[in-house]
């Protein structure tokens, strides 16, 4: 039993450290975030120019053959520094679904951060279920025409590229430019800052992926890899909170002593951090099952995951907002936007009850 | 990142499952499964078999009799344990004293006391609550005036687990009541249980279980080289023994297995004409306590291999023991739950050596509320909860 990271591991989290500490500090985020902008070319330049992209990437295809302990590393720092760029899109879901599909060479771009893809999986009304698939696909000549509406594409609003999953004797998924005829984007950015669309497919052509009708395995194991990857953002997030709040509660005097010396406030801070080392046990084993091949074992990590670190990062986040008061409340103060940040993570890639259910039926 | 045992921890589960299959008794392996309350000569049957093999004190140094095992194999035998049906050993001895006295005894008393709890011959019960000092341990009252060879031992203890069955009590006594600190005034003495002045009184829990005393103490002469240490270190040497306990505090081991049956429970009570493991609101209840526990399992073993490492986690015995207590005490309320109706009827002493009256229900319906009701005093013992919450928010987060 080993719970360390690499010394790759640790490099690489100090070299994003110091690089995002020099350049993307809690203002840089809120002034974009004021202004709308999900995506900032030189934040993302610079997360390749890192080899964060490459890093879990095969080499075969430019990467550096890491796994997802990689990409759970380079999340939690995302998360801690409120990083907006359509990493998790790409690195974690356009990557695996492409390279399964007999389309590696495609994720070179991925790994060099020139290409930037997004997956869309879920529709309107199906709340969390990635494989109820209301989008249809139909032969037409050599290409397929797509109709169909796709939920909350994380990254959509940014991409050149979509794939997308529509049904053609069973799931199926597709590429198409996110530029092409019968494509609408409905862009906007998310609570947290990071950018999404819906899409708008009317008689969209596009290119199948591997095989029709085949895809269902894949989606699966790619929401997965994608919940992982957001387990692992929000513990970054939560460090932070916990941070901000213990020093709120050792700092801020009310009565003429500081507000953490009462028992009412200390326990309950204690409370958080027992969950805080329980949903960092979830997220890393989530991380480590992630890309295996035994898929009850991974399903029932993952949804462990997404069950505990939802349900602890909500009360987190709540709890945190009442002890700091007032102050908690506001848009200037960074502790909104963590839990901002977990909210969305708690939500993508299948919510808590999706994640319960799934745990107790596998 | 690696979260599979190594071949090596693999080869010494299978010995340890080995030993358990050849070695347990049958009769102390049903009245275990059934949570039902152990016999004295039970405990000490196993207690042996364990000291014969060099078991029954394995976290102790290698010279003073201990196994030479990794907090992960402690822990892996700790499952093994529960999962096989054996009983927990008793920590008073074993967990408490036996590391007191190697740290802090001198060669007399570790030559007359180890080789008794190591072979379990000798029954030790702990003397630390008072009446008056439960939480607030260090106000005990409890008396030992020096007489020329002897301590003159005046006081009551409280809530002594198994003190009926016991030969000797450790216990936190004062021995100077003018110290200007209350922590200052305190030692560590060991008593005789047979001596002249104690006197055990039964207190039964609302389950029915006579399982904690009153212990009474009116002028018991006690030798001057039974006291442990120094006179008026007892303080720091109860702080020692209160941190000792972080190895197995989170009861993993015993929680998966009550997981397991309650598993077992939901599998034989019927609802709408199907199972009630198939009803999707027990259903879900049920997946929510096994994340917690698989969570709180991941937690506790990264904290064995910092121990294992050397590097002191801290407080986070405390962690655990809040966790590891809430987690057992929800799957024991399921464990009613899932009953039913058949929770109901009260038969305390079903499952016990001895008891020869017809089961209604069966037994894991029949102890489940008696359990449930029991192990409201896991969040209690050992320090409450909240007691652990203070330490926590001074030690980790400095409030």
């Known amino acids: 039993m080993d719970f360390d990271f690499s010394e790759e591991q640790k490099m690489l989290v100090q070299s994003l450290e110091r690089s995002l500490a020099k350049s993307y500090d809690f203002e840089t985020f809120r002034a974009q975030y004021n202004d709308g902008i999900t995506h900032a070319p030189e934040v993302w330049n610079m997360l390749a120019e890192l080899g964060v992209m490459a890093m879990p990437l095969p080499e075969a295809v430019g990467g550096f053959d890491g796994n997802h302990v990689d990409v759970m590393v380079v999340c939690t720092e995302l998360g801690r520094r409120l990083v907006t760029e359509p990493y998790v899109s790409n690195v974690v879901l356009a990557a695996y679904v492409l390279e399964t599909c007999g389309e590696a060479s495609l994720v070179e771009g991925i790994a060099t951060g020139e290409t930037r893809y997004a997956v869309g999986l879920y529709e309107p009304q199906q709340r969390h279920n990635p494989l109820a698939i209301n989008t249809t696909a139909t032969k037409d000549g050599d290409a397929y025409v797509l109709n169909g509406h796709k939920a909350v594409v994380l990254g959509a609003d940014t991409a050149g590229q979509l794939i997308v999953s529509a049904d053609l004797d069973g799931a199926s998924l597709f590429l198409l430019p996110a530029d092409a005829e019968g494509v609408t984007l409905r862009k906007y950015p998310l609570l947290d800052g990071r950018g999404a669309a819906d899409i708008i497919l009317e008689g969209a052509k596009a290119t199948l992926l591997g095989t029709a009708g085949a895809a269902a395995d894949i989606i699966e194991a790619a929401v997965d890899r994608g919940a992982a990857a957001l387990c692992a953002d929000s513990i970054g997030a939560v460090e932070e909170v916990k941070a901000l709040t213990g020093e709120y509660l050792r700092t801020r005097t009310q009565f003429g002593r500081p507000i953490g010396s009462f028992q009412v406030l200390s326990h309950r801070m204690v409370d958080l951090l027992v969950e805080y080392e329980q949903m960092k046990s979830v997220a890393m084993e989530a991380a480590v099952e992630a890309r295996s091949d035994d898929v009850r074992a991974r399903k029932l990590a993952v949804s462990a995951a997404k069950v505990k670190v939802g349900n602890a990062s909500r009360k987190f986040g709540q709890e945190s907002i009442q002890m700091h008061g007032g102050i908690g409340m506001t848009e200037e103060y960074a502790l909104g936007a963590y839990v901002k940040r977990m909210l969305v993570n708690e939500m993508l890639f299948g919510d808590v009850d999706y994640h319960l259910d799934r745990f107790a039926n596998t | ?399």
């Open chain 2, 1 to 399: 990142m690696d979260f599979s045992l190594s071949a090596k921890q693999l080869e010494f589960r299978d010995s340890v499952r080995a030993f358990l299959a050849d070695k347990l008794p049958d009769d102390v392996r049903e009245v275990t499964k059934a949570k039902s309350h152990l016999s004295k000569e039970q405990y000490k049957r196993w207690h042996k078999i364990l000291g014969d093999k060099g078991w029954s004190t394995p976290l102790w140094p290698l010279k003073h009799g201990g196994t030479g095992w990794s907090a992960v194999e402690y822990a892996i035998f700790d499952e093994e344990c529960h999962a096989h049906g054996a009983p927990r050993v008793l920590p008073f001895s074993v967990s408490m004293l036996g590391p007191v006295l190697i740290a802090f005894g001198n060669d007399d008393l570790k030559e007359r006391f180890l080789p008794g709890i190591q072979d379990g011959s000798d029954w030790w019960a702990q003397g630390f609550s008072e009446p008056g000092a439960g939480s607030d341990l260090a106000s005990l009252k409890m008396t030992a005036i020096r007489d020329g060879d002897h301590y003159i031992v005046n006081g009551q203890k409280t809530w002594t687990t198994l003190g009926q069955h016991a030969d000797w009590i450790f216990c936190l006594v004062r021995t100077d009541p003018n110290a200007p600190k209350k922590q200052m005034g305190i030692s560590f003495i060991l008593i005789r249980m047979d001596a002249p002045g104690v006197e055990v009184r039964p207190i039964i829990t609302l389950d029915g279980a006579h399982e904690v005393n009153e212990v009474w103490f009116t002028d018991v002469k006690v030798p001057a080289g039974d006291l442990v240490g120094e006179e008026n270190k007892g303080w720091d040497y109860a702080k020692f023994l209160l941190q000792n306990e972080r190895i197995g505090i989170a009861g993993v081991g015993v929680s998966k297995n009550e997981i397991n049956a309650l598993r077992r429970i939901a599998t034989a009570e019927i609802k709408n004409g199907k199972p009630l493991l198939e009803d999707p609101a027990f259903k879900m209840k049920l997946a929510e306590i096994e994340i917690e526990l698989r969570a709180l399992d991941i937690t506790n073993k990264r904290m064995l291999v910092e121990t294992e490492r050397g590097t002191d986690p801290g407080p986070v015995s405390s962690m655990l023991k809040i966790r590891g207590s809430e987690v057992a005490q929800r799957i024991y309320e399921l464990k009613m739950e899932a009953s039913g109706l058949y929770a109901l009827p009260f038969q305390p002493n079903a499952g016990q050596e001895g008891w020869n009256d017809e089961l209604v229900g069966t037994m894991d319906t029949s102890r489940s509320a008696p359990v449930y009701l029991n192990t409201r005093k896991i969040s209690i013992f050992g320090g409450s909860n909240e007691i652990q919450r203070t330490i926590i928010s001074k030690m980790v987060l400095g409030l």
